[in-house]
């Protein structure tokens, strides 16, 4: 009798397994048509877009799917990583029917958190000429409103090193999703190199004098004209605190407006990304600005993925007409331009002429490139230069060595370290 209930149970769950694995064995019988994503206000197909949300591996799986039999079982694992990129509060997933027989779309939802906060690392970066540099943030995002404050020490970007702090708050849904509204404020102490003092000294009416602090309060309004296309328009009203405080402040007050375009094109194999943009910064006495100049800026960014292999060609180009505040002058011999040479050997108070172009290759982790430019003021012959480097980059991260072309002695500058 034992062995009948025994048999009797093994009968039971056999029967009570079957239909399961008839849905498993039915379901892998359809071809992935399209793959669907879609969140609050968006939605996007795989099959024929792109999408600037995820990271290309993640969407490289997600596309992989499409014209291969339905894998039930790697659904969860996909909703998963979705949900951690995205830093969700739920994905969910779902498979219905496609337009062809034997087809099916794959859907998966994505839930947003309704509050979320996050940690980040903008910048840290070494320069053997320039030392350290970082900068990083903690954030809050309760729906379309995110609120940040970081903590600056920047000896990299500009002729001055400065170190503070910045705070920004961005409401993403302006009256409706096509437009969005930014205020920044920055804090910032200064400090300077000797070179850069001196050739203030030679040439006072060029820029601003030195300064031992400033301040910069932002409100901008960004409108999407059109998907690939953006328009940001704001002011920026800024106060210098000169190196005697006696002598009290001065202020740089102007209208910004930017023109940005941005296209991504690609397949299972292979991406490209175009990016565009053009701004104009003015200054003038009606704004009560003690400075007046406009500022105008031009760039196009190529790049191209095939596997392991990525393309990268940047051109860059800006002139100042005025006097403009140290603050916005160009700068080169830096990690982002011209990278090994010395911005103070090029221009020890930077510039208000400045071309450059940039190409890059990568093999996987491995990188050389090769950069082109020049920084002169008007008036004065521009003199090009260029560098070569070499190294490893593995997403953010960066190991290079660059060096400059020249005759004579060859001293490269050694960088390393997490870059935007």
Same mark, same amino acid.
């Given at each position: ?176 999703? +096509?437009?969005? #509204? !930014? ?6 102490? @200064?400090?300077?190199? /000797?070179?850069? %003092?001196?050739?203030? $000294? ?98 196009? +960014?190529?790049? #191209? !993925? ?6 990268? @060609?940047?051109?860059? /180009?800006?002139? %100042?007409?005025?006097? $403009? ?96």
């Amino acid at each position: 009798m034992r062995y009948a209930w025994l048999g009797c149970l093994l009968l039971c769950s056999l029967l009570v397994a079957a239909p399961q694995d008839a849905d498993v064995n039915v379901n892998a019988r359809y071809t992935v048509e399209s793959v669907i994503l879609s969140g609050k206000g968006w939605t996007t197909n795989l099959r024929s877009e792109t999408t600037d949300k995820i990271s290309l591996g993640l969407r490289h799986e997600l596309v992989a799917l499409i014209g291969q039999k339905l894998n039930p079982a790697g659904l969860d694992s996909l909703a998963a990583n979705l949900k951690k990129e995205l830093s969700a509060r739920e994905v969910v997933h779902r498979v219905v029917r496609g337009q062809n027989p034997e087809e099916v779309r794959v859907e998966f939802e994505v839930k947003p958190a309704k509050i979320s906060a996050d940690l980040n690392l903008d910048q840290f970066v070494y320069d053997s000429k320039q030392g350290w540099s970082g900068s990083g943030a903690a954030g809050l995002t309760v729906g379309p409103h995110s609120f940040s404050l970081g903590l600056v020490s920047d000896g990299d970007w500009l002729d001055e090193r400065y170190a503070g702090f910045r705070a920004h708050y961005e409401d993403k849904r302006l009256l409706s999703d +096509r437009i969005s #509204f !930014r205020f920044q404020v920055e804090s910032y102490h @200064d400090q300077w190199d /000797t070179s850069t %003092i001196a050739a203030l $000294a030679a040439h006072p009416d060029l820029t601003s004098g030195a300064y031992r602090a400033r301040q910069n309060f932002q409100p901008s309004v960004t409108i999407t004209l059109a998907k690939p296309l953006t328009l940001e328009v704001g002011a920026r009203v800024e106060r210098f605190e000169n190196e005697d405080p006696a002598a009290g402040t001065v202020a740089s007050d102007a209208l910004i407006t930017t023109l940005r375009y941005h296209r991504r094109l690609g397949d299972s194999d292979s991406q490209q990304d175009l990016d565009a943009d053009c701004s104009l910064h003015a200054a003038t006495r009606a704004l009560g600005s003690d400075f007046v100049y406009s500022m105008r800026t031009a760039g196009v +960014r190529y790049q #191209f !993925r095939h596997g392991k292999h990525v393309i990268t @060609d940047n051109a860059w /180009t800006g002139m %100042i007409l005025g006097r $403009a505040p140290l603050s916005d002058r160009f700068v080169m011999g830096n990690t982002y331009y011209l990278r090994g040479w010395n911005k103070y050997e090029l221009d020890p108070f930077g510039g208000n002429r400045a071309v450059h172009n940039s190409v890059e290759y990568r093999y996987g982790p491995l990188q050389v490139f090769y950069d082109a430019g020049a920084i002169w003021d008007a008036g004065q012959q521009a003199t090009p230069r260029q560098s070569l480097g070499f190294g490893l980059r593995e997403s953010v991260f960066s190991l290079a060595v660059a060096f400059p072309v020249r005759s004579g002695h060859v001293e490269p500058i050694f960088m390393m370290g997490i870059l935007p």
